[in-house]
């Protein structure tokens, strides 16, 4: 009898497990990373991975931020500098682009370098689920989740954050 509880058992002790190892702990990230060439932004505390996430950009994810409206992601070294509850995408993490860096390259290049790059959630007006909207790069330059990704982030993120975006 024991054997047969266990034997059923078995599927909801691995569901269980699975549940369990997708839920972050209660520890704070002290870093970011994006990967805008593998579409992922990874969560991490004293080096050791927390989580990693399937992430959304803009509609011309490569290469680095050059100006305002070019669809582009930055690339390079930031920090999640505040959080804003009240996004249109749901909630938001602001990033610090443009760095003195940018500036430096937009005034040489005679741009405007834009900003107001943002962790978000989805698009309250998509008419995709949040699942296939992730497919697609639809952001203005920003870095997007789902709207319970976004949440899990929210919780691990203080603000001053760094965030490594790399190519």
């Known amino acids: ?76 070294r930031y920090r999640l500098d505040y959080k804003k509850v009240n996004s249109a995408f749901y909630r938001a993490i602001h990033i610090s682009y443009p760095n003195e860096e940018d500036l430096l390259r937009a005034k040489a290049l005679g741009l405007k370098p834009g900003g107001q790059i943002m962790i978000h959630g989805q698009n309250p007006n998509s008419e995709l689920s949040p699942e296939e909207a992730q497919l697609y790069n639809w952001t203005n330059g920003c870095i997007a989740l789902t709207n319970p990704e976004m949440d899990e982030l929210w919780q691990v993120i203080d603000e001053g954050t760094p965030i490594e975006i790399w190519p």
Do not use: C, W
């Not at 870093?31 to 579409?39: A, F, G, P, R, W």
């Not at 989580?51 to 992601?73: C, S, V, W, Y």
């Open 1 to 76: 009898m024991f054997r047969t509880l266990f034997i059923a058992m078995l599927p909801l002790l691995f569901a269980t497990q699975v549940a369990a190892s997708s839920r972050l702990p209660g520890q704070k990230a002290d870093l970011v990373v994006v990967n805008k060439s593998e579409y992922t932004l990874k969560l991490f505390a004293k080096g050791k991975l927390l989580k990693q996430f399937h992430i959304a950009m803009g509609d011309n994810p490569t290469g680095h931020k050059l100006k305002e409206g070019d669809q582009r992601t930055p690339q390079g």
